[in-house]
Nanobody, 120 residues
C-alpha cells in the first residue's frame, strides 16, 4: 500500500504561481497514473491533471496552458506547477496514485489534501 503526502499549498495573489508536490511512502509493484484533483467548498471533487507512467499528460480545460504536471518515477513523486492562478482555482488539492500491488491487483491512494487560496 502507499501513503501520500502533499505539500506546497498556500495563499497567493491572482496571477501568481505555486508548485504542489506529492510524495509516496510504501512499496508496490508499479505506479500507473498519478493525478491531481481539487475540491472547492460546496463542489464535487474534479480532476485537474493526470500523467501516465509513459508521461502522457491530461488537463482539465480550465487549467490548460496554466498548469503543468510532471512526475519523477525514481522518487515516486508528482508535481503540479500552477501559474497565472485565478480566484476560481481556490480549492483543496489532492494527489491520487493508481498502482499495482506487489502480489498483483490494482489499488489507489489519496493524499490528505493541501489548501490553495488565490486572493488579493
Amino acid at each position: 500500500q502507499l501513503q501520500l503526502v502533499e505539500s506546497g499549498g498556500g495563499l497567493v495573489q491572482p496571477g501568481g504561481s505555486l508548485r504542489l508536490s506529492c510524495a509516496a511512502s510504501g512499496t508496490v509493484f508499479s505506479i500507473n497514473t498519478m493525478a491531481w484533483y481539487r475540491q472547492a467548498p460546496g463542489k464535487q471533487r474534479e480532476l485537474v491533471a493526470s500523467i501516465t507512467s509513459s508521461d502522457m499528460a491530461n488537463y482539465a480545460d480550465s487549467v490548460k496552458g496554466r498548469f503543468t504536471i510532471s512526475r519523477d518515477n525514481a522518487k515516486n513523486t508528482v508535481d503540479l506547477q500552477m501559474n497565472s492562478l485565478k480566484p476560481e482555482d481556490t480549492a483543496a488539492y489532492y494527489c491520487n496514485y493508481e498502482y499495482i500491488l506487489l502480489f498483483g491487483g490494482r489499488s489507489g491512494a489519496w493524499g490528505q489534501g493541501t489548501q490553495v487560496t488565490v486572493s488579493s
